[in-house]
């Protein structure tokens, strides 16, 4: 359920699934390494929505320029998460 409901509440928000999936987790179910991956999926799928946004409002430069920026976010918070899955 979480990797079908995540890119889908990605594309318009992503605090709502992440809030949810970080109680789920909390109460014990799923495990942290899927909570992790839901909330990597949502943030893809908001980035991806942000960036056709930018491109569309401000060009292919701006939007070059915000999709570069989120990827590079994006990948810094999955290193974070593979760090600590590894200790």
Do not use: H, M
């Not at 943030?43 to 060009?59: E, F, H, L, P």
């Not at 939007?63 to 990948?75: E, Y």
């Amino acid at each position: 359920g979480i990797y079908a409901a995540a890119p889908v509440s990605g594309l318009a928000d992503v605090d709502p699934i992440t809030l949810t999936i970080a109680e789920q987790t909390q109460a014990g179910e799923p495990d942290r390494s899927v909570g992790a991956a839901g909330v990597i999926i949502a943030v893809v799928s908001n980035s991806v929505v942000k960036s056709c946004i930018a491109i569309y409002q401000g060009g292919w430069r701006f939007g070059r320029t915000v999709g570069v920026s989120l990827g590079l976010a994006t990948l810094a918070g999955l290193a974070v998460v593979l760090y600590q899955a590894a200790s």
